[in-house]
């Protein structure tokens, strides 16, 4: 189960109506916990919904969705996606054994000692709990545009894990402080995102020197090629390296490593 709403890092949200930098909790409610969130300079209130999540998009209608996005927001796709199709994703598209434990080598090795994290596209919270496996102590906010999966994501947190906490907002307009985070983790979202604003995002919560690690779909030629042109009509992209260094670059990230295997590719990024 996810952490109590009393233990927020309020200090790390940002009002989305003022841009004030650090946020309230509201007294506990009858229930013993607090329910709200609100903003100290404008008063703006943020609900915390049931598995624990500070919302900050509110209306569903007000989300404008592709295809690609909106079956995250379908009923069953959270269960079934972390349980049926995620732990064998990697071994599956680049052909190789690529399990859970070299996934989870690999992104805890990028991130080095990087504190607090925010998890990106986080879904049902498959890569916050690759991170918080090695180390519970670390401080997480797993973050995505659909409900249904931060249900999947509390329901999956371990006792022990005291700093983990879930968002609900957007990519390109994160609700959270300037220069506070060191890092930003996204695995299996990138190519659902609108890049270039997400990026610049991803960039202006970095400290200097934090780090953006990135596992996503990456562009490839042949029969991969038609397939990738025809998932692109629902809202997917699909990039190079030297094209995504460039929309890293003008974001103000620094490309620093590459791997790749195949469809899939793991990239690693810095802020100057």
Same mark, same amino acid.
């Given at each position: 189960? !996810?952490?109590?709403p009393?233990?927020?890092?309020v200090?790390l ?7 004030q930098e650090g946020l309230?909790?509201?007294p506990r409610c ?6 709200? /969130?609100y903003?100290?300079s404008c *008063?703006q /209130? #943020?609900? /915390?919904?049931a598995s624990?999540a500070?919302?900050?998009i %509110?209306?569903?209608?007000? !989300? ?6 909106a079956?995250?927001h379908?009923p069953g796709?959270?269960?079934s #996606?972390d349980r049926?199709?995620?732990p ?8 190789e054994?690529?399990g859970a ?6 992104l805890?090795?990028?991130?080095g000692a990087?504190?607090?994290?925010l998890?990106? *596209?986080t879904?049902?919270? #498959?890569?916050s ?5 090695a180390?519970p102590?670390?401080t997480?906010v797993g973050l995505?545009?659909a409900?249904?999966?931060l249900?999947?994501a ?7 894990w005291h700093?983990?906490?879930l ?6 307009q994160?609700?959270l402080?300037? *220069?506070?985070f ?8 990138l190519n659902e995102?609108p890049?270039?604003p997400s990026?610049?995002? /991803?960039?202006r919560i970095?400290?200097?020197?934090g ?5 996503h779909?990456?562009?490839i030629?042949g029969w991969?090629q038609?397939?990738q042109?025809?998932?692109g009509?629902t809202?997917l ?10 929309? !890293?670059?003008?974001? *103000?990230l620094? !490309?620093?490593? #590459?791997?790749?295997f %195949? ?10």
């Amino acid at each position: 189960m !996810l952490t109590s709403p009393s233990a927020l890092p309020v200090h790390l949200y940002r009002c989305l109506s003022c841009g004030q930098e650090g946020l309230a909790q509201t007294p506990r409610c009858e229930q013993g916990q607090p329910d709200r /969130i609100y903003c100290p300079s404008c *008063g703006q /209130i #943020y609900p /915390i919904l049931a598995s624990g999540a500070v919302d900050f998009i %509110g209306n569903p209608s007000d !989300l404008h969705l592709s295809l690609a996005q909106a079956i995250a927001h379908s009923p069953g796709f959270a269960w079934s #996606y972390d349980r049926l199709w995620r732990p064998w994703a990697l071994s599956l598209l680049t052909g190789e054994s690529f399990g859970a434990e070299r996934e989870g080598k690999l992104l805890t090795e990028w991130v080095g000692a990087a504190d607090p994290v925010l998890d990106l *596209g986080t879904a049902g919270g #498959y890569w916050s709990r690759l991170l918080l496996a090695a180390d519970p102590q670390r401080t997480v906010v797993g973050l995505d545009n659909a409900a249904g999966v931060l249900v999947e994501a509390a329901q999956q947190a371990q006792p022990n894990w005291h700093h983990y906490t879930l968002v609900r907002a957007r990519a390109e307009q994160l609700p959270l402080a300037s *220069g506070a985070f060191g890092a930003v983790i996204s695995g299996a979202s990138l190519n659902e995102l609108p890049l270039d604003p997400s990026l610049q995002e /991803i960039a202006r919560i970095l400290k200097p020197g934090g780090v953006f690690v990135s596992m996503h779909s990456q562009q490839i030629q042949g029969w991969g090629q038609t397939l990738q042109q025809w998932l692109g009509a629902t809202g997917l992209r699909f990039f190079s390296e030297s094209e995504l260094q460039q929309h !890293l670059h003008q974001a *103000g990230l620094q !490309l620093e490593r #590459y791997l790749s295997f %195949g469809w899939v590719a793991f990239a690693r990024a810095v802020r100057s």
